[in-house]
Structures are given as C-alpha cells and as structure tokens.
C-alpha cells in the first residue's frame, strides 16, 4: 500500500493550492490514504472548522496539528467531534481531543500519532515515553507518527528510539524540506517534510516582513506571502502485512493559485 503525507499547510492559498494539486497527485502516484498536517492552515496560524474542511474536501483521511493547534476559537469542538483531526498525544489527558486516530482499511488498519518535540516548544509529557505507551496499546501493524518538532536533534532521536516499532516517523514543524529520507530497521524517516505554502517566502510569511525583523528585532504582524504555493511531502511504500516501509521519497509540486 501507499501513504501520501503532506507537510505544513499554510494558510487559505495553501488548502486552495491542495484542493487543486491533490486529486490528481493521488492518482499520479496511486496513494491509498493521504495524511495531511494542517496546524498553520487558518489565517495566522492554527486551524479552524473552515480550512480543515478544505483539506478534507481535497482528499485528506487525516488531519495532524502541531503546536498551534489551539490557536483559533473553536478548534476545541471540532477536536471533540471530528476524530480524523487530531492533536498531539502528549497534551495531558484532559486536553480537548486526540492525539491518535486509528483508520479501518478492512483487510488491515492504519494508526496515526501525533506527537510534540518539547525542545525549544512547549514543556509538554515527554514525547518518547508518550510513544512507548501509545505503541504498547496498538493494535495496527502500520503505525505513522508525525513528529512535530523544532530540533533536528529530537527528530532524529525519535526516528532511532522508533526504529522497527513504527512504520514512519515524519517530521514537521520546520516547513523546510530535508534531504535524509531513508529507511531504518523497517521505519521510513525524514526529518521535516517541509510545507504546502509560498515558495517565495520565509516558513510562509512574507519575506520582507520577516528581514526586517532580523534588521530590527522590532515586532510585526506576520503576513503570509504571495505567488505562487510549493507543495511538500513524502510518499511511503509500505507493506501491509509486516507494517514494514519499504520506500519512502519526497514529493514536490508547484502550484499557482
């Protein structure tokens, strides 16, 4: 089977760029589910009732989040209603929503982590042993993590510490692309697929705005850029069986909305 991940949506251009690339990028490469991290797909950030349903109306089965899931008035009813968006597992029990969703394919099932890097983010459970008990309770034999998470450093221990555990552990966050997709005891691992957002920009935000904040450190409202969107992700080959990846390579595709 395949699986389609999609990197970071960023904001309305990004979910109208998916509604336009997706369909036919799912036949293209013959993706059986599409997972799709949509935590900067509101305007500003977060995500709200409106643009998840945009991204599911393009072809999503699964929305993650991310450290701004919670960012825009009323995510939390939808996070209690819609259990196809989820948000990392490793908010305290009592936190609105789930961080797991699992998908029924009928001959076999598809588990979907989310999970937060507490580096340099928010001093949440710790994410490995958050992992360890998630996995202990699966059932699936295919298991794709999606690791949102600032340091490059975590990410790579995650995708070690999960190796021949899970079938995937992707990276987000960042919104840059890297280039170490590889295969690790039976685990298909990259460190950040990158974003679905304005490939002439800084993370999404208009460039401008975001040098002269380097020039002087001075605040200012982030804008999202224009022109046009790059879409970012990676598509796994997995074997249903096992739960085994067997290949994983990154997407690209440029649209202009």
């Known amino acids: 089977m395949k699986i389609l991940f999609i990197g970071d949506v960023v904001g309305k251009r990004g979910c109208e760029a998916l509604q336009m690339e997706l369909p036919s990028l799912k036949r293209e490469l013959s993706a059986d589910i599409v997972i799709v991290n949509g935590e900067n797909s509101a305007e500003g950030n977060g995500i709200t009732a409106h643009s998840a349903g945009m991204i599911f109306e393009a072809g999503a089965d699964v929305i993650t989040t991310g450290n701004h899931c919670f960012r825009q008035k009323g995510i939390e009813e939808e996070l209690e209603r819609n259990e196809r968006i989820i948000r990392p597992a490793n908010y305290d029990d009592e936190v609105y929503g789930k961080g797991v969703c699992e998908l ?22 710790n994410p490995f042993r958050c992992a360890d008990k998630l996995l202990e309770k699966n059932s699936s034999r295919i298991v794709i993590v999606d690791f949102h998470a600032e340091a490059t450093s975590e990410k790579r221990a995650m995708g070690y510490y999960l190796a021949g555990r899970a079938t995937a ?89």
């Open 104 to 125: 029924d394919c009928g001959a076999y099932s598809v588990c979907v982590i989310n999970l937060l890097g507490t580096t340099y983010l928010q001093p949440l459970e």
């Open 169 to 257: 552990v992707l990276g987000t966050h960042t919104h840059v692309t890297t280039a170490d997709e590889q295969i690790i005891d039976g685990t298909g691992y990259i460190t950040d697929v990158g974003m679905t957002g304005p490939k002439e920009s800084i993370l999404g935000v208009d460039k401008d705005i975001i040098i002269e904040r380097f020039l002087t450190y001075y605040p200012k409202r982030h804008v999202f850029a224009g022109g046009d969107i790059e879409l970012n992700g990676v598509l796994l080959d997995i074997d249903h069986k096992s739960g085994k990846c067997t290949g994983i390579e990154r997407v690209r595709r440029i649209v202009s909305v």
